[in-house]
């Protein structure tokens, strides 16, 4: 080790290993916090997921961080999007959004699920907007005399 990273690494700072530990409790609170809105037990979810009692068990308590595949059997068990998991456990990084997109997937009494039909009905609002939009800044045809 050099000096200057075992001196960061006495400081306990924050370096790619605390990082990716940080990752792996804040995907297990998450997926803590989608089943208990989806009030499936522990048990259930991970029938549903096909994914032992034990393993899900430390994935929440940060012990463990998932694959991507156990997060894709996850948010099937979930019903929710597994990009919502991929971007909580730093596979994907958050789709750029705006004040309404960031609103939206911050509000916490609404379900992973609620949220994406949501965001799909707003993009779709905004695709119409520009189609029209476009279609009326395009020049009118000359009449033929």
């Known amino acids: 080790m050099t000096e200057t990273s075992a001196a960061e690494h006495e400081e306990g700072g924050s370096g790619p290993i605390d990082k990716v530990a940080d990752l792996g409790r804040d995907i297990g609170v998450y997926i803590r916090q989608q089943r208990n809105n989806a009030k499936i037990s522990l048990r259930q979810l991970s029938k549903l997921a096909g994914v032992s009692n034990p393993y899900l068990s430390q ?47 911050a509000d ?35 009449a033929k005399e």
Request: proline share 6%; charged share 30%; glycine share 6%.
């Open 59 to 105: 994935i929440e308590r940060g012990v463990r961080k998932p694959s991507a595949e156990i997060l894709q059997q996850i948010a099937k068990g979930l019903r929710i999007s597994a990009e919502a998991l991929y971007v909580q456990a730093g596979i994907l990084d958050l789709p750029k959004g705006g004040p309404v997109v960031d609103a939206v997937r």
């Open 108 to 142: 916490t009494e609404l379900s992973e699920r609620q949220k994406q039909v949501l965001l799909d009905v707003y993009e779709s609002f905004r695709r119409e907007n520009r189609a029209a939009s476009s279609e009326s800044s395009e020049p009118e045809p000359e």
